[in-house]
């Protein structure tokens, strides 16, 4: 009688989170006509992303007429609720704002929404994004090319005081936890910082940013450095996720996953699906990131799995 084989027990798939940054303040209606502008198109991308397998959605607001980045909370009201009402995935609000926002205006939407997370740079910087206009010979609106090029000549400020203040007024005031964004090395030493003083609480959502003009590169040894750094400082407390901008969006982020990163992906960070290619939705480029992870025989988390991961309050605690 043949001997009867029993199936070896299959092992979990390691959980991926994937964020989706919907629309930004980097790219200018000029350079692609995708760029969702409107809180309605806001609204309908960000469902779709999240129906492809986006469980975290990054939003900044626009203003509907030009496509601006606006700080105004009466326009974040207009797509938000719209969100939360047809999707689960946790609601992650800007608070780098844009170009020339005070911190104020960069803290009245996500004061007023109370969301379950925000993004938070961990330090100030150049953030060049002159290049992107070279190749664009007529824009759409006024403010498009001298808000490109204005920075070649301005700092976006997060100094230990404002940090501080967003670490207040929003992790302790709020209940919010942060989306950390370090785009250098020396932003992983502030982020540490502010774990040994326990301002912020493990696990931190460390999402490493490549590519950024004024920031660290988009090489793979970059990546490699930013990950041994990572370890070296957090250990096991940190969810560890990549951000590339442009053309390095799908491979970098790709290698990160093999290295048990989470990833981001959106029209924020590129406005290509492969190389020449608009992305026409974002959703596009999350069913694409999906795929490749599901091919690397790992999974993507849901927003249930996501809240779990990060420790986050649940989106019934939310302000909209």
């Not at 090029?149 to 005031?173: A, P, W």
């Amino acid at each position: 009688m043949a001997e009867e084989t029993v199936p070896a027990p299959k092992s979990k798939a390691r959980k991926v989170i994937i964020t989706c940054a919907v629309t930004g303040s980097v790219h200018t209606p000029s350079m692609t006509p995708y760029l969702p502008i409107t809180p309605d198109e806001i609204a309908r991308e960000s469902i779709a992303a999240a129906e492809a397998g986006a469980s975290v959605i990054h939003l900044h607001a626009r203003d509907p007429e030009t496509g601006r980045p606006t700080p105004d909370p009466a326009v974040f009201m207009q797509f938000l609720p719209r969100i939360k009402q047809n999707s689960d995935a946790v609601i992650n609000i800007t608070t780098g704002g844009s170009l020339g926002m005070s911190i104020e205006d960069r803290l009245a939407a996500p004061l007023l929404a109370q969301p379950e997370l925000c993004s938070l740079n961990m330090g100030s910087m150049n953030f060049g994004i002159f290049q992107a206009g070279a190749k664009i010979k007529e824009w759409k609106f006024d403010w498009e090319k001298p808000y490109i090029e204005k920075t070649r000549d301005t700092i976006v400020s997060n100094t230990f005081g404002q940090i501080e203040s967003f670490i207040e007024r929003l992790g302790k005031g709020c209940g919010t936890r942060f989306e950390c964004e370090c785009y250098d090395v020396g932003h992983l030493y502030t982020l540490a910082h502010y774990l040994d003083r326990k301002l912020l609480e493990p696990p931190v959502f460390v999402q490493t940013i490549f590519g950024v003009m004024g920031g660290i590169g988009a090489h793979p040894e970059d990546l490699m450095h930013m990950r041994r750094t990572a370890d070296r400082l957090f250990g096991t407390d940190y969810q560890w996720s990549i951000l590339a901008a442009g053309r390095h969006q799908m491979n970098l982020i790709t290698i990160g996953a093999t290295m048990g990163g989470n990833v981001r992906v959106g029209l924020e960070d590129s406005i290509y699906l492969g190389a020449g290619t608009l992305a026409k939705s974002n959703a596009e480029q999350v069913a694409k990131i999906r795929r490749i992870i599901n091919e690397l025989s790992l999974e993507v988390a849901t927003p249930q799995e996501a809240r779990k991961m990060l420790k986050l309050k649940g989106g019934d605690r939310v302000a909209f």
